[in-house]
């Protein structure tokens, strides 16, 4: 403490002392001084104590730094948790980078149990998967990882925070979040030259009860400058005054509106229309109308074309109360063998299909109903998987119509596995069903082929779902990622695709 009071002595000089007559002014200008003084102990004390506690704020020491890497391509992966076992949560982000700085864990040696939904390490004597390691600050580990599925996750497409592990290391610091923090199932639609998103209920920072008619944004069709991760997707959102994203398809009626079927078709003239599908949703889930809507160059809004149904219309009559075959899920175009050019709607397998014209669209009495295949035999032909949701495309490099669906019932969750089929038909017959993405007990529904990310001939197949503690066995949420939509890269040139 002596040592203290001399070196603050030192650092702070006393005031000048004053010439006779001036007395007061001298008195006040050492009771400054030594107030000064005093401060500056406090502060120094204070600095000394939060050191003791936390030395990494006091210094502006990094934290620790973890590096998840795929063992065998040398990629990043996101969405790997590791867990304390007094239960703090840590996961990577898009750079699969994990920045931990909890006071209680630096320079101690601690247990971190690891989740990879599809990623992971060899288990212990005891069963357990994890690793040990003693966070200090400004320290690095890299934890390799193994796939286990041919599903390679490249990343979160959407959300808050998608580098925010790395940028609390000084890391993508340019990267700027786009004011959403969540949102679900996506629909697309090449448009004039661009492609045309849309997303469901979309969650902000400012209240828990967020956007419900759907919101918009554009990118080039092919918006990837590469296909490996880390991942970074910029959208040109359809914003409000203030600049965040809004809705575009609010219908009349309560309860929010869903949009799906998301199509550009020509019109007689040959202009493209933007066009979609349209239900009222009332809680839980129950749909009470659904129609056909527009898009509208001028006020960039879906305006109502049509009504399709209504629930109180059909509740008063013998037949069904559920909406009639309409052109909603994710469209597709095929030309017939006669050259002829239909669009397919279905989710996954068609189910209704009218000709590619806005016209034949907008004309109930011109579609055609399908009948989709309920099931996909696995490849090695010992079980049938039951589709839930999900799209298919032509694949050139296959030559084959390729299907990515969720399986309905799942092992490892209800609606978390997900299945690649192929067929020479887009009505089918599907077949060669194989396993490429799981999530044990967490649910990717709604997965959305993007064949336009990629050229034409290419092996590598791109696909996005919303990945979600929704319709799961008590899933404690995913910090950032619940409610998400994450891209999955398959490569079809792998073993696991080839003729046995």
Same mark, same amino acid.
């Given at each position: 403490?002596?040592?203290? *009071? ?27 001084? +030594?107030?000064? /003084? ?7 004390? &204070?600095? !000394? ?13 990094? $934290? ?91 990343? +979160? ?6 580098? #925010? ?13 786009? %004011? ?8 697309? !639609? ?15 920072? /400012? ?34 005054? %203030? ?5 575009? #398809?609010?219908?009349?009626?309560? %309860? ?22 349209? =239900? ?20 960039? +809004? ?60 907008? *004309? ?12 996909? $035999? ?7 998987? =039951? ?7 032509? *694949? ?32 089918? /017959? ?6 490429? =993405? ?15 990310? &990629? $050229?034409?001939?290419? $092996? ?17 949420? &995913?910090?950032?990622?619940?409610? *998400? ?8 040139? %792998? ?6």
């Amino acid at each position: 403490m002596v040592f203290l *009071n001399r070196y603050l002595l030192n650092f702070v000089p006393p005031p000048t002392t004053a010439t006779s007559g001036h007395g007061f002014r001298e008195g006040v200008l050492i009771r400054r001084w +030594r107030l000064k /003084r005093m401060n500056f102990f406090v502060l120094l004390l &204070t600095a !000394a104590l939060l050191w003791a506690v936390h030395p990494t704020s006091v210094l502006g020491g990094e $934290p620790f730094r973890i590096n998840v890497i795929d063992s065998g391509s040398g990629w990043p992966v996101p969405l790997v948790e590791l867990k304390t076992v007094h239960h703090i949560r840590f996961v990577s982000d898009n750079a699969g980078v994990i920045a931990i700085d909890l006071p209680e864990l630096i320079g101690v040696e601690t247990w971190f149990s690891v989740e990879g939904h599809g990623y992971e390490i060899p288990v212990d004597g005891f069963g357990f998967r994890g690793l040990r390691a003693t966070p200090v600050s400004g320290g690095e580990l890299t934890l390799r990882v193994d796939r286990t599925l041919p599903g390679k996750r490249l990343g +979160r497409l959407t959300g808050g925070g998608l580098f #925010a592990e790395s940028q609390r290391l000084g890391l993508y610091s340019e990267w700027r979040d786009q %004011g959403i923090l969540g949102c679900d199932s996506v629909q697309t !639609a090449v448009h004039r030259g661009k492609l045309y998103w849309a997303w469901g209920d979309t969650q902000v920072a /400012r209240y828990p009860l967020g956007l419900f008619h759907m919101i918009s944004g554009t990118t080039a069709i092919q918006p990837l400058q590469s296909f490996e991760p880390p991942l970074q997707l910029r959208y040109d959102y359809f914003v409000d005054q %203030g600049g965040q994203p809004r809705v575009v #398809a609010q219908m009349p009626g309560d %309860g929010p509106t869903w949009l799906s079927g998301y199509v550009s078709l020509p019109d007689e003239t040959g202009k493209q229309r933007l066009v979609g599908t349209y =239900v009222k949703v009332q809680p839980p889930l129950t749909v009470y109308e659904t129609g056909l809507c527009i898009w509208d160059d001028q006020s960039q +809004r879906f305006q109502k074309d049509q009504v399709l149904w209504t629930k109180s219309e059909q509740s008063s009559q013998s037949f069904s109360s559920t909406p009639p075959p309409c052109p909603d899920g994710h469209p597709l175009f095929w030309d017939d063998e006669s050259g002829k050019r239909w669009v397919l709607f279905g989710d996954p397998f068609p189910r209704l299909r009218c000709e590619a014209t806005f016209e034949a669209w907008r *004309n109930p009495s011109s579609w055609k109903t399908l009948e989709p295949q309920s099931s996909v $035999p696995t490849v090695a032909g010992n079980e049938e998987i =039951v589709p839930h949701r999900g799209s298919i495309a032509w *694949n050139a490099y296959r030559k084959k119509w390729v299907a990515i669906f969720t399986q309905l019932h799942g092992k490892s969750s209800e609606l978390g596995e997900i299945w690649y089929a192929e067929s020479d038909l887009p009505t089918g /017959r599907w077949q060669r069903a194989v396993h490429v =993405v799981t999530h044990r007990n967490y649910t990717f529904y709604n997965p959305r082929l993007h064949p336009e990310f &990629t $050229p034409s001939a290419s $092996p590598i197949l791109l696909f996005e779902g919303t990945y979600t503690k929704e319709f799961a066995n008590h899933a404690e949420a &995913t910090p950032r990622f619940d409610y *998400n939509q994450v891209l999955y890269r398959l490569d079809l040139d %792998g073993a696991e695709f080839q003729p046995k």
